[in-house]
């Protein structure tokens, strides 16, 4: 149709906070993330969307558990690049060989495998065509449970 890519995304993000009502977390989150923390670990969020994101954390309860977050508002390139996971996890002094990425996308795993560390696939609905070749899949986060030590 002759759209501006760029021009679509600014208006969807424009109304996106007006259309989302009471965003709730997938089932495990809360538990995974609290998990990490209690074995000494760190959240750590990296994310497309702007500062909404963190709302809809601290609307959801989540925020309390994440130490640092990178966001739209930053000049990085988007992922699959991995300048931005790069800036958290030296700016955080991370042990790669300990940190992984997850996400609910094939590019969410590429950029953990980019910065090289681990990718987790989140693909709760079983639709996601897999090419990233990530080290775990889960349909849901509660699997990720052991995983956590």
Known sequence: YGWDWHELRAGYQRFEPQLQQHPAAFDGAQAVLERVVAVGGHN??????????????????????FTDAVTAAQPFPRKPDP???????????????????????????????????AGYLFDIDRLIHVTSTPEVQVTNLNELLPLVR
Not at 44 to 65: C, D, P, S
Not at 105 to 110: E, G
């Open 44 to 65: 750590y969020l990296m994310t497309h969307r702007n500062e909404q994101a963190q709302v809809y954390l601290q609307e959801a309860g989540l925020a309390q558990y």
């Open 83 to 117: 300048a931005a996971l790069n800036y958290l996890l030296d700016k955080h002094q991370v042990d790669r060989r300990q940190a992984v990425m997850v996400g609910d996308r094939n590019l969410d795993i590429d950029a953990g495998h980019n910065a090289g560390i």
